[in-house]
């Protein structure tokens, strides 16, 4: 059950009541506000305030912040005159109950209502941008068109001037010919032509000569062609491949995640964590904090050990090896559940399964399997061993360990629950 705040106070004037309700340490994020007219409900867990006010508020106008550790509502009055209380007199379960629900209903309903509105603003925006960039690519769709518009009728332009000079050429030299000559000064023979029709007749006599100037340069002698090259060999060597294993068997991409992953684990600053920013620089390096656990486990402190392993894990989630050791000091305190749940998370950070982290993935399921067998869950111990044993085949304890699990599913060994290993 919620614990009820009762240290609250409040003032009022003719038009408006001010409530401060004290936060208790929880954050303003944290805290859950409901507010009517004549309802008004605070929720921060465990605590839990409520007040069924003494006359009726206008719950448009009414607002509440809260910072600093308390709440501060503003309440405006319907009716502007003093109250005699805070909340009614009443004691009555069902009519309270009556307010309350309603309250809580009519909340519901405007949290519905600003949710709808806000998703039809969401469309709306959406359906502007989409129809805004519609309307920006026909205009480029518009203009490139132009464009092309444009050089179609230029090309055209151009295309029926060549067709005009082209045939010009044609009546030239027919002229030519039918007043004996072959060149432009044949032309003065018959028809006078425009300067410009005379400078592209130039034109076309010089490129007629290039033309031919250019066949003759490419029927060279055949002694002028060099021979064919001298084939030979080109020697290649090979870098050896120093992996054991063939380039499909290799797990080079499976380490090179492996390392990544853990990599970017230590990499995770706890700066940004504002219940951490008292600690001292080192205290904010899990691999410190690490080793101070490894260090309280060997003493014994298997507390000390959990405090070590559990604000490591608050900064940075996923380091394997913290959960892993903090399960095994749960195994030591016998919180076995707990030990489960830190072995399962440790094994699920232990992928993918690499020769790198073998050793690891080894001991994790020895100490999930070790709680198992403690909670009489021998199936599922059994499983966690034999998943040890492939990593280890040839460690005698472990096949001993296993063996011994078998022995009591069968029925066979009477003390079920001693000498597992948990390291």
């Not at 307010?99 to 209903?105: F, G």
């Amino acid at each position: 059950m919620p614990l009820h705040v009762t240290d609250h106070t409040w003032t009022q004037t003719e038009t408006t009541v001010y409530v401060n309700v004290p936060l208790k340490g929880a954050r303003a994020a944290g805290v859950d506000v409901v507010s009517t007219d004549r309802y008004l409900k605070l929720h921060f867990p465990p605590y839990l305030f409520e007040a069924f006010l003494f006359e009726s508020v206008d719950e448009d106008k009414s607002s509440a912040k809260i910072g600093n550790g308390v709440a501060i509502f503003s309440l405006p009055k319907r009716t502007p005159k003093l109250w005699d209380h805070l909340t009614i007199t009443t004691n009555d379960k069902d009519t309270k109950r009556a307010i309350r629900e309603e309250a809580l209903e009519k909340h519901q309903q405007k949290f519905s209502s600003e949710s709808k509105q806000r998703s039809e603003k969401r469309q709306a925006e959406k359906k502007f941008a989409l129809e805004t960039m519609m309307k920006l690519e026909k205009e480029e769709r518009d203009k490139i068109q132009q464009i092309k518009e444009a050089e179609r009728e230029k090309t055209s332009a151009e295309l029926a001037v060549w067709q005009l000079r082209h045939k010009q050429d044609v009546q030239r030299e027919d002229l030519n010919r039918q007043a004996g000559g072959n060149g432009p000064a044949a032309v003065r023979k018959g028809e006078t032509f425009s300067d410009q029709t005379a400078s592209i007749t130039v034109f076309v006599c010089l490129t007629r000569s290039h033309l031919v100037h250019h066949d003759a340069k490419r029927k060279k002698d055949p002694a002028d062609i060099p021979p064919p090259r001298v084939s030979g060999n080109i020697q290649i060597t090979f870098t050896p491949r120093v992996f054991p294993t063939a380039l499909r068997e290799s797990q080079a991409a499976e380490e090179e995640e492996w390392l990544q992953k853990q990599a970017e684990a230590r990499r995770v600053l706890s700066a940004d964590v504002e219940e951490l920013k008292d600690l001292t620089e080192e205290e904010r390096n899990p691999d410190w904090l690490k080793e101070k656990g490894d260090k309280c486990f060997a003493m014994g402190d298997y507390q000390g050990a959990v405090n070590a392993y559990s604000l490591a894990i608050r900064i940075t989630k996923n380091i394997p090896a913290l959960y892993s050791n903090r399960a095994a000091c749960h195994l030591k305190l016998r919180n076995l559940h707990k030990a489960i749940q830190d072995a399962s998370k440790a094994l699920d950070l232990l992928t993918p399964a690499v020769t790198s982290n073998a050793a690891a993935r080894a001991r994790a399921s020895i100490r999930r399997g070790s709680a198992f067998c403690q909670l009489q869950l021998y199936a599922e111990g059994l499983q966690d061993y034999e998943a040890a044993l492939k990593i280890h085949p040839d460690n005698e304890a472990l096949q001993v360990d296993a063996q011994r699990i078998r022995d009591i599913i069968q029925g066979s060994s009477p003390d079920p629950q001693r000498n597992t290993r948990s390291t």
